[in-house]
């Protein structure tokens, strides 16, 4: 966990505006229809400002983010407001093992192996809760979106096979069924830790790799 002094507007999306929910207005969301947004973005996509003064502006927005129910289990939370405070204190930057980081102030709180903690209080080697899955990237058109933004759609890619082989071509596949075979080929592949033969010995399963 690394400290650094900002100046800088911060924006929180779910909690009362005392209770220290509050992050640095470049990070993220996911949100089931827009995808992953900044907080600015987010901050700044409604103009329905019902509060402004001393520096806190608050917009109603209502909207369902990814959250902690009361029993503790992952959730659509419906945030029905979004501000932006003016912030002269510090920003901690929180950087899991995984690599993930969030800036955040002090005072917000995680989910630890010892119970709810403040920024402020984590220490190295404290285990932090994570969502097993982050809901809203599961629109086809929002995946293809994704590829097409690194790949153009006509990309071709060759498949390296031994010298004394034939060469086989790959094209992106164009329509929801073509993608569902390729993720279950790759699935029954990386499956079984290959990535060069079918290792299952199982009939269904090879009879499913063919009709795909």
Not at 177 to 194: M, T
């Amino acid at each position: 966990m690394t400290e650094k002094k900002l100046r800088t507007p911060i924006i929180a999306v779910l909690g009362h505006v005392d209770h220290g929910k509050c992050l640095a207005p470049g990070e993220s969301i996911i949100h089931p229809e827009l995808g992953v947004v900044s907080l600015r973005d987010l901050f700044n996509s409604t103009d329905n400002l019902i509060y402004k003064e001393n520096g806190c502006e608050v917009k109603a927005i209502n909207i369902d983010v990814q959250g902690l129910s009361e029993n503790a289990k992952s959730d659509f939370l419906k945030a029905q407001f979004v501000w932006r405070l003016k912030h002269k204190g510090k920003m901690l930057r929180v950087k899991l093992k995984n690599w993930h980081s969030i800036t955040v102030t002090p005072e917000h709180p995680f989910l630890t192996n010892l119970g709810w903690k403040k920024a402020c209080e984590l220490e190295v080697g404290d285990f932090v809760a994570i969502p097993k899955k982050i809901f809203g990237n599961e629109r086809f058109e929002r995946f293809l979106n994704y590829v097409y933004s690194k790949f153009s759609k006509d990309a071709i890619f060759k498949i390296d096979r031994l010298p004394s082989q034939k060469k086989y071509y790959l094209r992106f596949p164009k329509t929801y069924e073509e993608w569902k075979a390729v993720f279950y080929l790759a699935g029954v592949l990386f499956g079984d830790g290959n990535v060069s033969k079918i290792a299952n010995n199982d009939e269904e399963v090879f009879r499913k790799a063919q009709t795909h």
